[in-house]
């Protein structure tokens, strides 16, 4: 699968953003999918996960950091997935990534180590001013 990522930007603290990635192929419904994001210096994080389902019931996981700013969503019909970001702070900037877990079974859990993520997006710069 290819995934690309776009949304990204320049925005003052405070502001909002909605990154979206496309994937190619058919299976994308049933992938897990993932952001994560790479400060200048830092290691690649985890940001958010959503898992696939058969039943249209979907369970996220954020990190802490972003828990109840961004949200995580899919359309199975676009083969997108995206992350909406509100009340951004400075400390957000960062290359932002999406990937597929295409061996994660159906269910309630989702990857956050990008070990576990086979597929990557080539990332969208996000900068947040203050």
């Known amino acids: 699968v290819q995934l690309q990522a776009s949304g990204g930007g320049l925005v003052q603290a405070g502001g909002s953003l909605r990154l979206s990635c496309a994937a190619s192929?058919?299976?994308?419904?049933?992938?897990?999918m993932g952001w994560f994001r790479q400060a200048p210096g830092k290691e690649r994080e985890f940001v958010a996960a959503?898992?696939?389902?058969?039943?249209?019931?979907?369970?996220?996981k954020y990190t802490n950091s972003v828990k109840g700013r961004f949200t995580i969503s899919r359309d199975n019909a676009k083969n997108t997935v995206y992350l909406q970001m509100s009340s951004l702070k400075p400390e957000d900037t960062a290359v932002y990534y999406c990937?597929?877990?295409?061996?994660?079974?159906?269910?309630?859990?989702?990857?956050?180590?990008?070990?576990?993520?086979?597929?990557w997006g080539q990332g969208t710069q996000v900068t947040v001013s203050s």
């Open positions: 959503i898992t696939w389902s058969s039943s249209n019931i979907y369970y996220t």
């Open positions: 192929g058919r299976t994308f419904s049933r992938y897990a």
């Open positions: 990937a597929a877990d295409s061996t994660r079974t159906e269910g309630t859990t989702t990857a956050t180590s990008p070990l576990q993520y086979a597929y």
